[in-house]
C-alpha cells in the first residue's frame, strides 16, 4: 500500500484485533533486529518513504541476511510465519497470499508462502490468493504441501482477493472461529508440523466493485508480459498491485484496506479461541500410560462423598455407573509357565467412565458427574487422580459402599479388567473383577442421588443395574438406560413393569426416555419382554395399537430396507438386515417402555427409533423431510413414530486400532447434545442428522485411538 495509507491501516487493523480480545504483534526487521510488535516510530521508519537506505523485502531466504547485515526489511508472509512461530504465535493474519504465478509451469515462478505453510505450524487467514496469480496451481501446490485449506464462510468458493469466489472450490470449509481454532489445535497436537489457510472473502459491501477490478487486474497482467515486468521476480507483484490502483483509480486500494480489515477480525477472533482451548485445564495430557501410584500407608477413607464441600456447580449429565482400570499385557513371544517379554498398558475404563469422558470432552464443562464405586485401594487413587489431573472431570461423585466402609467388605476393589494378548493382539486370557458393583444396593445410590439431585440434573444415565428400579421411582428428569452388555440388559424390566403398572403412570409417557442397545441387546431384551408376557400387557398392547402401523408403514419399511447406503467407493450396507433380523420391529414392540431408542448396529451403523410427541414444534417437519433412509408415521393421538437409519462413516480396516469404547464415545456425544438441547434434542430431523453424525464422529475416532475415549474428542459446535 502507499504511504501513508499502509500505516493508517496498520493503525485499524490493531484496533480491530484489540477490540476482539486479542493482543496485535505486527512483525519487522530493524538495524538487522526482528522485532514482534511494532510502535509507531517503527512503523514509521518501515512505512514512510525514504530516500537512502532501503526497507528490503524479507522472505525465508533473505532473513538472515538482514539480520547478518543489520539491514531493514518487512516481512512477506512466509517471512512473518517463520518469526511468529519462533515467538509462539499462531494466528497471523494479511491481506492475500501469494501463490504460483501465471506461466508457473514454465517459468517455476512460485512463491516461498506456499512451502513455508507446508513446514511451520503458522495458521494464515487471508482474503484467498491475489487474482494476479493462478490459482488453480496455488491450490495444486498447496495440496501437496499437504497444507489444511478451507474458506471461512458460508460458501465453499475459494475466495480471490478482489472477488469472493475465484472459480475453485476450497476442500473444506468453518463458519465460526471455534472450529477453526479447534482445526488449528488438533493439527498442533498430533505433530503435523505445517500451518493451515483460512481463506476469508471480502465483504460483501465490495462485491460489486470486484469485476471492474478483476478487468483491471487482467489488463495489469497483459501489461507486465508486454513490458518485461513479469520476469522481474518479487517486483512482480507491487507492480501489479500499484498499476491496478492506477487503472482503477484508487478503488482497488478501497477494497483491499476493506479486505485485510476483515483478515484481521476473523484472525483475532480465531486466536481468541484458540488460546481459550490451549489454556483450558481440561485439554489431555500427552501421558498415556500412568504410573500406578502407592497405596496410602494409613486406613483408608472414602476417595469422595458427594457434593459435601464441593464448590463446584449443581450437574446437569449424571452418570451413574462401574469406572474401571484397564490392564492389557501384550506378549511379543509365547512362554508356557513363565512370564514373556512384552508391553503392559494401564488405561481408565469402565463403560460409565467411558461415556461420562466423552461427554465431558463433548462439553468441556464440570456439567457431567460420574457417580461410581471405587475401593479404598491403589487404583482408586489413580482412577481419581487420572480422571481430575489428565482428562479434567469432576470426582466428586466416587464413592467408597458403606460396606467397605464399616469393614463389612474389607475386600471390595476397584473395578479391573485384565487382559493378556498374544502377538497377534488376539486374547489369551483375562480376568474382570466387578465385584464391587454387585455390592452396592438400591439404598445407597439413592441417598448419593438425593445429595445431587436438583433442578439443574437434566438427564440421568444408568447403568448399575442392581439400583436401577430404586433410582427410575426417585428421578424426576429424563432417564438414559445403557444396557452394557446381553447378561444385564434385562435387568431394567422389574422396574420397568413397576411403573408401567402404577397408578401414578400415564400414557403414552414411556418411563424411560432414552435407551442404546446393540443388536444383541435389543434381540435379548425384546426376547425377554415376550417370554415375560411383556409386550403383551393391556397396557402395551393400548400404546402399541396406537401407533396405528398399517400397510402403508409396512410399506414403506419393505422400500427402505430394499436400499443399500453407499460409504465409500465399492463398499455399501445393504440395509435389509434391519427388516430380515427384526431390528426395526422389535425396536417399536419396545417404544411403550423406551421413547427413544438408539440402535448400535456396529459397522453397519445406527437405527433410531422413537415417538415424536404431538405437542413438539417439529411434527410438521418430519412429515417434509424426505430422507431415503427414513420412515414416519402419525399415531393415531398425532404423534409421529420415527425409524431413521444412519450409515456409518468411513474408515479403513488398518486404521482401526481398538474397538474398545467406541460405542460408549457415541452414547457420550449425544447425551452431551441432549443436555445442550434439552428434551426435545432429537426432534428437530436437520439437529438431529448432526447430533448423530458427530456423535458417530466420536465412535470413528475412538476406533483410531489406543484408549477408550480419543484425547482427540472435543466440543464442536451445535
Known amino acids: 500500500m502507499p504511504y501513508p495509507t499502509n500505516i493508517e491501516t496498520t493503525y485499524s487493523l490493531e484496533n480491530i484485533i484489540r477490540q476482539q480480545g486479542a493482543v496485535p504483534a505486527t512483525i519487522g526487521l530493524l538495524n538487522g533486529r526482528v ?17 537512502n537506505d532501503k526497507v528490503y523485502k524479507v522472505s525465508r531466504r533473505d532473513i538472515a541476511p538482514v539480520i547478518a547485515l543489520g539491514k531493514d526489511g518487512g516481512t512477506t508472509i512466509s517471512g512473518t510465519m517463520i518469526l511468529a512461530a519462533l515467538a509462539g504465535i499462531k494466528v497471523f493474519a494479511t491481506g ?29 487467514v487471508a482474503a484467498g490468493a491475489k487474482s494476479i496469480l493462478d490459482i488453480g496451481r496455488t491450490l495444486e501446490y498447496l495440496e501437496t504441501q499437504g497444507v489444511t485449506v478451507a474458506t471461512y464462510g458460508e460458501q465453499d468458493d475459494f475466495p480471490a482477493f478482489f472477488t469472493p469466489s475465484s472459480g475453485f472450490k476450497s476442500p473444506w470449509r468453518v463458519n465460526n472461529p471455534v472450529d477453526a481454532a479447534r482445526i488449528i489445535h488438533t493439527s498442533d497436537q498430533l505433530g503435523l508440523g505445517g500451518g493451515q489457510f483460512f481463506g476469508v472473502p471480502i465483504p460483501e459491501s465490495h462485491y460489486a466493485a470486484g469485476a471492474a477490478i478483476q ?40 477494497s483491499n484496506v476493506a479486505l485485510i480489515e476483515n483478515t484481521a477480525l476473523v484472525g483475532a477472533k480465531i486466536a481468541v479461541e484458540l ?32 457434593n459435601q464441600g464441593s464448590t463446584l456447580p449443581a450437574p446437569k449429565l449424571v452418570v451413574m455407573g462401574a469406572s474401571a482400570i484397564d490392564i492389557t499385557a501384550k506378549a511379543s513371544q509365547r512362554a508356557i509357565e513363565s512370564t514373556s517379554p512384552g508391553v503392559v498398558n494401564v488405561t481408565l475404563g469402565g463403560v460409565a467412565r467411558n461415556m461420562a ?8 464443562t464440570a456439567s457431567t458427574l460420574l457417580v461410581s464405586p471405587t475401593g479404598s485401594d491403589a487404583f482408586a487413587t489413580l482412577l481419581k487422580q487420572q480422571s481430575e489431573a489428565e482428562i479434567g472431570m469432576r470426582v466428586d461423585g466416587f464413592f467408597v459402599p458403606q460396606t467397605a466402609r464399616n469393614g463389612q467388605g474389607s475386600s471390595l476393589r476397584t473395578p479391573v479388567c485384565n487382559l493378556v494378548l498374544g502377538e497377534d493382539g488376539g486374547l489369551i486370557s483375562g480376568v474382570a473383577d466387578f465385584n464391587i458393583v454387585d455390592e452396592v444396593s438400591g439404598e445407597e445410590p439413592s441417598r448419593q442421588w438425593y445429595n445431587i439431585a436438583s433442578d439443574e440434573v437434566i438427564l440421568v444415565c444408568l447403568l448399575m443395574h442392581n ?25 431394567i424390566f422389574p422396574a420397568l413393569t413397576s411403573v408401567m403398572s402404577s397408578d401414578s403412570f400415564v400414557s403414552p409417557t414411556a418411563p424411560v426416555t432414552y435407551a442404546s442397545p446393540n443388536t444383541f441387546e435389543l434381540i435379548k431384551m425384546y426376547e425377554h419382554a415376550k417370554d415375560n408376557e411383556l409386550v403383551s400387557s393391556q397396557k402395551h398392547w393400548e400404546r402399541l395399537s396406537s401407533f396405528g402401523l398399517a400397510a402403508n408403514y409396512r410399506t414403506a419399511l419393505e422400500q427402505v430396507t430394499t436400499r443399500s447406503a453407499s460409504i465409500a467407493p465399492g463398499r455399501t450396507v445393504p440395509l435389509d438386515f434391519i427388516s430380515k433380523e ?27 427409533a422413537m415417538v415424536v410427541p404431538s405437542s413438539s414444534d417439529h411434527v410438521t417437519a418430519w412429515k417434509t423431510d424426505l430422507n431415503r433412509f427414513q420412515i414416519t408415521n402419525t399415531t393415531e393421538r398425532g404423534e409421529t413414530l420415527v425409524l431413521k437409519y444412519f450409515p456409518p462413516l468411513e474408515i479403513g480396516q488398518k486404521e482401526v486400532v481398538s474397538t474398545t469404547g467406541a460405542g460408549d464415545s457415541l452414547v457420550g456425544s449425544l447425551m452431551a447434545d441432549v443436555v445442550k438441547h434439552g428434551g426435545d434434542a432429537f426432534f428437530d430431523p436437520r439437529r438431529l442428522e448432526k447430533l448423530m453424525q458427530r456423535a458417530q464422529g466420536a465412535a470413528l475416532l475412538s476406533l483410531k485411538a489406543s484408549t477408550a475415549v480419543s484425547s482427540l474428542l472435543g466440543r464442536t459446535a451445535s
Open 96 to 124: 492475500g497470499l501469494g501463490g504460483v504465478h501465471r506461466g508457473g509451469e514454465i517459468t517455476w515462478d512460485v512463491s516461498a508462502d506456499l512451502t513455508e505453510l507446508g513446514r511451520t505450524p503458522v495458521a494464515v
Open 35 to 51: 522485532k514482534i510488535g511494532l510502535d509507531k516510530e517503527d512503523l514509521d521508519r518501515l512505512g514512510a518513504p525514504r530516500t
Open 357 to 364: 469422558e466423552a461427554a465431558h470432552r463433548r462439553s468441556e
Open 582 to 608: 427384526g431390528i426395526a420391529q422389535m425396536a417399536v414392540h419396545l417404544l411403550p417402555y423406551l421413547q427413544h431408542i438408539v440402535v448400535k448396529c456396529g459397522e453397519r451403523g445406527v437405527l433410531l
Open 275 to 306: 488460546a481459550k482451548i490451549s489454556l483450558s485445564k481440561n485439554q489431555p495430557s500427552t501421558q498415556v500410560h500412568p504410573a500406578i501410584p502407592s497405596p496410602p500407608t494409613h486406613k483408608a477413607s472414602p476417595v469422595a462423598t458427594i
Open 467 to 491: 439400583v436401577t428400579g430404586t433410582l427410575l421411582d426417585l428421578a424426576a428428569t429424563s432417564v438414559w438406560f445403557e444396557p452394557t452388555s446381553t447378561s444385564k440388559c434385562t435387568r
Open 215 to 254: 478487468a483491471a487486474v487482467d489488463r495489469a497482467v497483459r501489461e507486465s508480459e508486454e513490458n518485461g515486468m513479469s520476469a522481474r521476480g518479487k517486483e512482480v507483484t507491487p507492480w501489479l498491485l500499484n498499476r491496478v490502483a492506477e487503472l482503477t483509480r484508487g478503488e482497488s486500494l478501497k
